[in-house]
């Protein structure tokens, strides 16, 4: 994400916004702002990133891509194996308060979970094992999807777990 600064700057200028506008729309001080626009802070809490993509008027993905390839385009997920993020050196993204990296990860266009509905960002950490209940990629029968869970469940092999999710708005 390193061009995140200039396109966060990029989109507050689009939006007609001064830095003490954006600041008050996400809950922070205009210093932010401008520590985020100059690169300063590389790293910004999810929060923070979907009080950004909705106080700019864009959607989250448009905010994290740079529109080069080398943002933080979200990997496609589907109902098939392989994994989106396996042999691809997909990028992760680290959230607030989660100790590991997670993965981006979008239904892909032809594809439907029930837990994660089209046009649904989520953030995915790769994981083998149960760690309490919540929605987890689960592998039954060399299918994927996403399920909740609350307990082991024997029969299924666990992928990771949704750290996180955002919705579509526009819905």
Known sequence: MESLGPRIKQLRLQAQLNKAALARLVGVSDVTISYWESGAIKQIGHERLVALAEALGCPLSHLLDDGAGGGQQPLRLSHHLP?????????????????????????????????????????????????GPGDYLVEEQGQLDVRRLAGESPGLELHGKLVTRWARLDD
Do not use: C, H, N
Request: aromatic share 8%; net charge negative.
């Open 83 to 131: 994994l989106p993020w396996q042999g691809q050196g997909a990028p992760t993204l680290m959230l607030e308060g989660q100790k590991a990296p997670a993965y981006l990860v979008t239904p892909a266009s032809d594809e439907s979970f029930e837990a994660l509905p089209p046009g649904a960002l989520a953030a995915i950490q790769p994981l083998s094992r149960y760690l």
